[in-house]
């Protein structure tokens, strides 16, 4: 245990504020000695053949000092330093490129950098398809899209890509969404709102209540909506703080989200390593034949390996009337032999199967 100094008990002010500097100038040091031995690992496991970094266990090793905490700080804030310094070492290596539904300060890129910090090179890309294809054609190590919204469920774009392109999901990322009512004037001279269709759903309630009449437009993203506010009289962006914080708008009401355990969840995309945690999900996608009782076949694999499905979808398969593609999850690694044996005995069963990866559960984020 860290003793606290005399200063910081009883000092003055200016004693207390030394102290405080003597602390940064060991902190730098102490980052300066975490670097070089970051950078020293990384490069034995380019020599052993192995990716420069393991995302996974960087993963497990935020979660373990988030649960060591640093009060008084807030886990919002530790979470943040964290991940900045882990971003800060790996930029030693090799800048790591990660391409994502853009513009910048859209919840995408809030999600981007809740997980892989600033110190990446970040590809703000205008299509979920883009993203894809930026991670498949080797543009990007990896990409970021979103996957579902607690309040809205599926995002249809992101399930049809990969029915379409052969990428594989190498973690997630959850992240708690709070929308802002953003603008340059007061709310009794807004006319009209601009957001993503998402978050204007995500906060009709809202809106129904307090600004009944007021005309809602669609936008691209929600930082594009924060853009349009702050060039257009009368009108306001519901978006991120962040967003509105760059376009210069003041904050007309905060957290008009509908839900207020409101969390999307984001695929990262890209072939990085999926070593098993304990603490896994599996993601794969499935054609089963046209004829009665075709699914319910496929879910005794499951019942049988008694593997817990925490999510299946169904979507329309392209030129074929009335056939569906099924995505689904499941707590489990695909490294397990039971998960093995299970995907075994699906593969029996379907017309198509697709593992689409294995990955670490993660906590949500602010």
Not at 171 to 181: A, C, K, M, W
């Amino acid at each position: 245990m860290v003793k606290k100094s005399k200063a910081s008990r009883s000092g003055s002010p200016e004693s207390v504020f030394q102290e405080c500097r003597r602390l940064d100038q060991q902190l730098l040091k102490l980052l300066a000695e975490r670097a070089r031995l970051y950078e020293r690992l990384a490069r034995h496991r380019i020599t052993e053949g192995q990716t420069a970094w393991d995302p996974h266990t960087e993963v497990a090793w935020q979660q373990e000092m988030l649960a060591a905490g640093a009060a008084p700080l807030s886990e919002a804030s530790l979470r943040a330093i964290l991940a900045e310094i882990q971003s800060g070492c790996r930029a030693l290596i090799k800048p790591l490129r990660v391409a994502y539904l853009g513009p910048e300060h859209s919840y995408s890129y809030l999600a981007a950098t809740a997980r892989f910090g600033h110190s990446v090179e970040l590809v703000p890309v205008a299509t979920i398809a883009a993203v894809f294809e930026e991670v498949h054609y080797g543009q990007a190590a990896l990409g970021v899209v979103p996957l579902e919204n607690s309040t809205d469920g599926r995002v249809v774009d992101t399930l049809d890509m990969f029915a379409r392109m052969p990428v594989r999901i190498c973690g997630e990322v959850q992240l708690r969404i709070h929308h802002f009512l953003a603008a340059r004037c007061p709310r009794d001279k807004i006319t009209e709102v601009y957001s993503k269709p998402q978050a204007l759903s995500q906060c009709r309630g809202w809106l129904a209540r307090h600004l009944p009449g007021v005309r809602t437009i669609e936008m691209t993203s929600t930082a594009r909506a924060a853009q349009i506010a702050a060039e257009k009289e009368g009108a306001a962006a519901i978006a991120s703080r962040e967003a509105a914080q760059h376009y210069g708008l003041e904050i007309v009401a905060a957290n008009i989200e509908d839900n207020p355990n409101n969390i999307t969840r984001f695929a990262v995309l890209g072939e990085m390593p999926s070593r098993r945690t304990g603490k896994d999900k599996t993601a794969l996608m499935f054609q089963v034949p046209h004829r009665p009782g075709a699914l319910a076949d496929a879910m005794v694999v499951f019942k049988k390996a008694q593997l817990n499905l925490t999510w299946i979808e169904s979507f329309p398969v392209q030129g074929a009337p009335q056939e569906y593609l099924f995505f689904a999850e499941f707590e489990g690694h695909e490294s397990e032999a039971r998960v093995k044996r299970a995907l075994a005995a699906l593969g029996k069963k379907t017309l198509r199967l697709n593992v689409l990866g294995s990955y670490a559960v993660a906590p949500p984020a602010e």
